[in-house]
């Protein structure tokens, strides 16, 4: 939440026995005025140990080999999705990391290839079936 909890703890303080206003409080912090009212909330019910921020980042990074094992990947068959890509090569990240990877190499999927869901969500390979076809193409009786 910010660099020092001391100061931090001394300047909400401040805040709350009304000998600092808000804003001047945020401007001393280098932070919004709302910012310094939820340190003061939390503050008020944890003490000092409410301003400490407990927000983790993911431990996990892809390494060059890792990154070179996505974009060999999807070069063997582009239609492969980041997910499929993530669960097949066993990686412990997000889909959304292994989409980056494939963004910033120029092997996202084509836009032809992608549709959007009826719940917003994408759908990657889609295609198109003919009424009255199978996926592989073949007709089916109907009746």
């Given amino acids: 939440m910010v660099r020092s909890k001391e100061i931090a703890a001394r300047v909400v303080e401040l805040a709350i026995e009304k000998k600092l206003a808000y804003a001047e409080a945020a401007e001393l912090l280098e932070v919004s005025a709302r910012t310094i009212h939820n340190y003061v909330?939390?503050?008020?019910?944890?003490?000092?140990?409410g301003l400490i921020d407990h927000r983790r980042g993911r431990c996990y990074k892809l390494t060059?080999?890792?990154?070179?094992?996505?974009?060999?990947?999807?070069?063997?068959?582009?239609?492969r999705s980041a997910r499929?890509?993530?669960d097949r090569l066993k990686l412990n990240v997000s889909p959304e990391a292994?989409?980056?990877?494939?963004?910033k190499h120029r092997l996202e999927i084509e836009p032809a290839a992608a549709?959007?869901?009826s719940r917003g969500r994408l759908f990657e390979g889609a295609r198109t079936v003919p009424s009255g076809a199978d996926i592989q193409g073949a007709q089916r009786r109907i009746g």
């Fill in 98 to 103: 292994v989409r980056q990877v494939l963004v």
């Fill in 64 to 79: 060059p080999e890792m990154k070179q094992r996505i974009i060999n990947c999807k070069a063997e068959r582009p239609h």
């Fill in 84 to 86: 499929w890509i993530r």
């Fill in 115 to 117: 549709t959007i869901t």
């Fill in 41 to 49: 909330k939390k503050y008020l019910k944890n003490g000092k140990a």
